[in-house]
């Protein structure tokens, strides 16, 4: 499923032709809001955006791959190379775009203290967003990883359990739906903003502010060189950007420039 939302500027209004044309893919929440800002900047730059919304991570790689996309803006490195490995794509980062941090939530309990053994946790399903949450379980104290796991272990890589408790692995998208049976799970920022979550009030515990998971901008490769990436990078990493991610998220979004 996706949506999709085009951006007509006052330029191309009054008649004014924009230089170029791009289709970019996003996911829902804070990377779509975003890339809403970016393409009004970058319209009087001669740039004119058309945003697609998917709402599932897997798609908007596989449709910049196939060339129906000209750049995506959702994912972090260790999910783009993790996709590269496992799909073959051809793809590059060509910049960096802002954090979320993943956060613990639960319908149940107010503090992480609070679980229960054998508690039942919720988790990505997809290799990189299931490591990732799994990482941040083990800094909290709950579990420990084997070592040499690396940004991508998964439940058969916990060494050592000691509250017994029982992961659920589903559909990023679907985990703030999850409160309600789960005791606890651990949620994409972009994916609680979506749910009505606020990471800062709602979350119980969060993942910590050194993550290696900043975002970026991908394209094609051999498409990095072309004029119209500098003009969309310069319109993302803008001051007008900026202001619009601090005064929006309340700090649940952190800029990488």
């Known amino acids: 499923m996706l949506r999709l939302t085009t951006f007509v500027?006052?330029?191309?209004?009054?008649?004014a032709a924009l230089a170029d044309s791009i289709t970019v893919g996003v996911t829902p929440g804070e990377h779509g809001e975003i890339m809403e800002k970016v393409a009004e900047i970058a319209a009087p730059l001669g740039l004119d955006?058309?945003?697609?919304?998917?709402?599932?991570?897997?798609?908007p790689n596989q449709a910049?791959?196939?060339?129906?996309?000209?750049?995506?803006?959702?994912?972090?490195?260790?999910?783009?190379?993790?996709?590269?490995?496992d799909r073959g794509f051809g793809l590059v980062e060509v910049a960096t775009t802002i954090t979320t941090p993943m956060g613990v939530y639960s319908a149940r309990i107010e503090d992480l203290a609070d679980l229960p053994d054998a508690a039942q946790v919720a988790i990505p399903n997809?290799?990189?967003?299931?490591?990732?949450?799994?990482?941040?379980?083990?800094?909290?104290?709950l579990i420990t990883l084997t070592e040499g796991t690396g940004l991508v272990p998964s439940p058969l890589d916990i060494a050592d359990n000691p509250r017994g408790l029982r992961f659920l692995e589903l559909d990023a998208a679907q985990l703030p739906r999850a409160l309600e049976d789960a005791d606890a799970a651990v949620i994409n920022t972009n994916f609680a903003l979506a749910a009505g979550l606020s990471p800062?009030?709602?979350s119980i515990a969060m993942?910590?502010?050194?993550?290696?998971?900043?975002?970026?901008?991908?394209?094609?490769?051999?498409?990095?060189?072309?004029?119209?990436?500098?003009?969309?990078?310069?319109?993302?990493?803008?001051?007008?950007?900026?202001?619009?991610?601090?005064?929006?998220?309340?700090?649940?979004?952190?800029?990488?420039?």
């Open 9 to 15: 500027s006052t330029l191309a209004l009054s008649g």
């Open 49 to 59: 955006i058309r945003v697609i919304e998917f709402s599932d991570y897997v798609v």
């Open 126 to 141: 997809d290799p990189t967003n299931g490591g990732r949450a799994l990482l941040i379980l083990q800094d909290l104290g």
């Open 64 to 85: 910049l791959a196939d060339g129906d996309l000209d750049a995506n803006s959702f994912q972090h490195r260790p999910y783009l190379e993790n996709q590269m490995k």
């Open 200 to 202: 800062r009030e709602d």
């Open 207 to 257: 993942e910590k502010a050194d993550s290696p998971y900043v975002n970026i901008i991908v394209v094609q490769e051999g498409r990095e060189a072309e004029p119209w990436v500098q003009t969309l990078i310069q319109a993302y990493q803008s001051p007008e950007v900026k202001a619009f991610i601090e005064d929006s998220y309340d700090g649940a979004v952190i800029t990488s420039w």
